[in-house]
T-cell receptor, first 113, second 113 residues
Framework: DGGITQSPKYLFRKEGQNVTLSCEQN?????MYWYRQDPGQGLRLIYY???????QKGDIAEGYSVSREKKESFPLTVTSAQKNPTAFYLC????????????FGSGTRLTVV | SQQGEEDPQALSIQEGENATMNCSYK?????LQWYRQNSGRGLVHLIL?????REKHSGRLRVTLDTSKKSSSLLITASRAADTASYFC?????????????FGQGTELSVKP
């Protein structure tokens, strides 16, 4: 079955560490997105990509980095520059036609220890 | 930048009752979408309504859109305990913006058996 897979489900980061969250899709979607969700809050856009080897910053890109070397994959690195990284991270993909909705992964919960 | 604001923030009803959630947004849109999120999970796309549509139905869901008031509502009829979740509206901008969606803060719905 086609879908979007995020891993790991839970991730713990020590102060000063970089960590990478994985996002893989087999839906043949062109566009991929990373959102951050804090408790009781909506989703805020971190980065998005419409095509391989190209990506754009969202509203809260500081302290994060991404790559898009393959159509299927859009990993997110949370760097040590992100001062408050504890949150729920959601990856999504879509067809670029705006008549379609997003397909979301099941999320990664990142906690700083 | 958050586009949508949802009202109410939380809603508690009995099984069998109808649930209505409202969403307001600030700028012109191509379409508006509604998503459901069960606790600790990813979002699931429910329904999309285009800016030239006024009402749309899908099963027990009814969505209305009033572009003059920049608002939308989601009605869930004959609610079930399984409808307990958070519901988010999301807007797609009028101009090509990489297909990105701007999400509201969400309404937390609790349906009591």
């Amino acid at each position: 079955d086609g879908g979007i897979t995020q891993s790991p489900k839970y991730l713990f980061r020590k102060e000063g560490q970089n960590v990478t969250l994985s996002c893989e899709q087999n839906l043949n979607h062109d566009a991929m997105y990373w959102y951050r969700q804090d408790p009781g809050q909506g989703l805020r856009l971190i980065y998005y990509s419409q095509i391989v080897n190209d990506f754009q910053k969202g509203d809260i890109a500081e302290g994060y980095s991404v790559s898009r070397e393959k159509k299927e994959s859009f990993p997110l690195t949370v760097t040590s520059a992100q001062k408050n990284p504890t949150a729920f991270y959601l990856c999504a993909s879509s067809i670029l036609d705006r008549g379609y909705g997003y397909t979301f992964g099941s999320g990664t919960r990142l906690t700083v220890v | 930048s958050q586009q949508g604001e949802e009202d109410p923030q939380a809603l508690s009803i009995q099984e069998g009752e109808n649930a209505t959630m409202n969403c307001s947004y600030k700028t012109s849109i191509n379409n508006l979408q509604w998503y459901r999120q069960n606790s600790g999970r990813g979002l699931v796309h429910l329904i999309l309504i285009r800016s030239n549509e006024r009402e749309k139905h899908s099963g027990r869901l009814r969505v209305t859109l009033d572009t003059s008031k920049k608002s939308s509502s989601l009605l869930i009829t004959a609610s079930r305990a399984a409808d307990t979740a958070s519901y988010f509206c999301a807007t797609a901008g009028l101009y090509n913006q990489g297909g990105k969606l701007i999400f509201g803060q969400g309404t937390e719905l609790s349906v009591k058996p």
